[in-house]
C-alpha cells in the first residue's frame, strides 16, 4: 500500500523535523513527523496510520488502481451528473470601453432574439428538465443587463417547466456591474437570481482608466455603490484583471471597500487573474502584452500576493479543488447570441470551433478540442492532476492556433501551490 500518487510533500518551515503532505485529489493536508513519512514510504506504517492517511486520500490500496480511477473520472462524471449548466451569451454589446477586453475583435451590437432565446427554452426542457436535470444559466454578455427583456423570456418558462418538473432553476450574472441596482436585483430574484460575478481593477485610479464607459467617464463609484446596495439580496463574487505593473495597488481596492461598510463575510470569492490576449483566431501567443501565461515570473509572485492580501482581509479566496474543464462536460455549454453553440465562452472568436446550433444540435467536438487530452502517461503521473486536468485549452490555441498539447501548470503548481494551500488554512473561517 503506497502514498498516493496525487499528493505533494513540502517541509514544515518551523521545523527541520515535520512535514506536509497534501492531496490534490482531496484538499486535505496533515503534518507528519518524518519518522513517520519515512514508514509511509517503505510502507511499514500502523494499521492506524495507515487508516488516517486513507481518510484524507493521501494513501491508497494500488497506485495502478487509483491512476485508472482518475482516467475514468470524467467519464463517471458525465454519466452521473444531474446539471445542465449553460453560458447564455445575450449580446456582445457593452456599456464600458475596457482596452483589454477579450472579446474586442467580435464584439459589437449584436443581441439574442426572442427566436433564439424561446430555442434555447425548448431545448433546456426538451433535453434537461425533462429528464430531471437541476439548470444552472450563467448569463454573460458584453454585458448582459442590457438584455432584461430576453432574460425574462428565457427565465420565466423554464423556472415554471422547472417547477413543474421538481428541479430547480439557478440564474448567476456576469456582469460590469454598473447596472445592478437594487430594483432591477428584487425584480429577478423571483425568476431565480442567486448571485453575480462583478469585475473591480484596482483602485479607483486603475479601474476607471481599464475599465471606463464609453463616454469615458469612470465606472469604480458606481459599481461600488451598486455592490453596497445589493449584497444583502444575492452572492456578490468580485473579480478583478490585473497587470505585472499594478498587481501591488489592488488590496487598496480591498481597503477601500471595506472602508465603505462592504463586509468581507457578506461577499463570494474574490480573486484576480492577469489581463489576458485578445480572442482572434488570426493571433497566436507571440509574447504580447495581453498574454500572460502561467509560467510568467510575474504570475507567479502576483497570484500568491494578492491570495494572501485577499485572505488577510477577511474575504473569501478560491482554494484548489478538483476540476476538469467545461470542454470535458457533456452537459456544459455555451450559447451564443446568434443561436451557435461553443464548449468554452473563449472559444467564440473562432467560429471553427462551433459546436453547433440550437437548431441542429451538438456535432462530434472530440478531435477539434482535442477531448481528454490529459489522459497520457505524463500528466496521470503528475500529481497535479487532479487540480489540472491538462489546463486551458486556450492558451495552446493562442500559442499553436490550434489545440495539439496540454497546458502545463506543474512549473505553476510548483511555485506557487504551497503558499496558495498554507495561506487558505491560515486563513480560513472557524
Known amino acids: ?132 436535470r437541476d439548470i444552472v444559466l450563467d ?106 505593473g499594478n498587481y501591488r495597488r489592488f488590496p487598496e481596492m480591498l481597503d477601500h471597500l471595506i472602508a465603505s461598510g462592504i463586509e468581507p463575510a457578506r461577499l463570494g470569492l474574490v480573486q484576480f487573474s492577469p489581463i489576458s490576449e485578445k480572442s482572434s483566431p488570426s493571433r497566436h501567443h507571440d509574447g504580447m502584452a495581453h498574454c500572460q501565461p502561467v509560467s510568467d515570473k510575474s504570475i507567479m509572485e502576483a497570484g500568491p500576493y494578492l491570495f494572501r492580501e485577499t485572505a488577510l482581509r477577511g474575504f473569501r479566496v478560491p482554494v484548489p479543488t478538483m476540476g476538469a474543464c467545461m470542454v470535458e462536460f457533456d452537459h456544459d455549454l455555451v450559447v451564443n447570441y446568434d443561436g451557435s453553440l461553443y464548449k468554452c465562452p473563449a472559444f467564440m472568436g473562432w467560429p471553427e470551433l462551433s459546436v453547433g446550433t440550437l437548431e441542429s444540435g451538438v456535432s462530434d467536438y472530440s478531435a477539434s478540442h482535442n477531448l481528454l487530452y490529459w489522459q497520457n502517461d505524463e500528466c496521470l503521473e503528475c500529481p497535479y492532476l487532479p487540480i489540472c486536468f491538462g489546463g486551458c485549452r486556450l492558451n495552446p490555441l493562442l500559442k499553436n492556433g490550434a489545440i495539439n498539447e496540454v497546458d502545463c501548470r506543474r512549473e505553476f503548481y510548483d511555485a506557487t501551490l504551497e503558499q496558495i494551500v498554507l495561506m487558505g488554512q491560515v486563513c480560513s473561517p472557524s
Request: net charge negative; proline share 5%; hydrophobic share 40%.
Open 139 to 244: 448569463l454573460y454578455g458584453g454585458e448582459p443587463l442590457l438584455s432584461v427583456p430576453t432574460i425574462k423570456r428565457i427565465a420565466e418558462p423554464l423556472d415554471a417547466a422547472a417547477k413543474d418538473a421538481g428541479v430547480t432553476l439557478s440564474c448567476f450574472l456576469f456582469t460590469n456591474g454598473t447596472l445592478l441596482n437594487r430594483p432591477l436585483v428584487e425584480e429577478l430574484l423571483p425568476l431565480g437570481l442567486t448571485g453575480a460575478l462583478i469585475t473591480l481593477d484596482g483602485p479607483r485610479e486603475i479601474h476607471d482608466s481599464q475599465r471606463p464607459f464609453v463616454s469615458g467617464r469612470g465606472s469604480f463609484d458606481l459599481i461600488v455603490g451598486n455592490v453596497r446596495s445589493v449584497r444583502d439580496l444575492i452572492e456578490i463574487q468580485i473579480n478583478g484583471n490585473y497587470t505585472e
Open 1 to 132: 500500500m503506497p502514498l498516493s500518487t496525487y499528493h505533494v510533500t513540502w517541509p514544515c518551515s518551523d521545523s527541520a523535523n515535520h512535514f506536509l503532505l497534501y492531496s490534490t485529489r482531496k484538499g486535505s493536508v496533515v503534518r507528519v513527523s518524518a519518522p513517520l513519512l519515512d514508514a509511509a514510504r517503505t510502507d511499514s506504517l500502523t494499521d492506524e496510520e495507515k487508516s488516517a492517511l486513507m481518510e484524507l486520500l493521501l494513501w491508497v490500496d494500488d497506485t495502478d488502481a487509483e491512476r485508472r480511477e482518475m482516467n475514468s473520472l470524467v467519464a463517471k462524471t458525465n454519466a452521473e451528473r444531474k446539471r445542465f449548466r449553460a453560458v447564455v451569451v445575450l449580446n456582445l454589446d457593452c456599456n464600458l470601453a475596457c482596452p483589454y477586453c477579450y472579446e474586442d475583435t467580435f464584439r459589437g451590437k449584436h443581441f439574442m432574439s426572442y427566436e433564439t432565446a424561446d430555442l434555447f427554452v425548448e431545448m433546456v426542457i426538451r433535453d434537461h428538465i425533462t429528464q430531471g
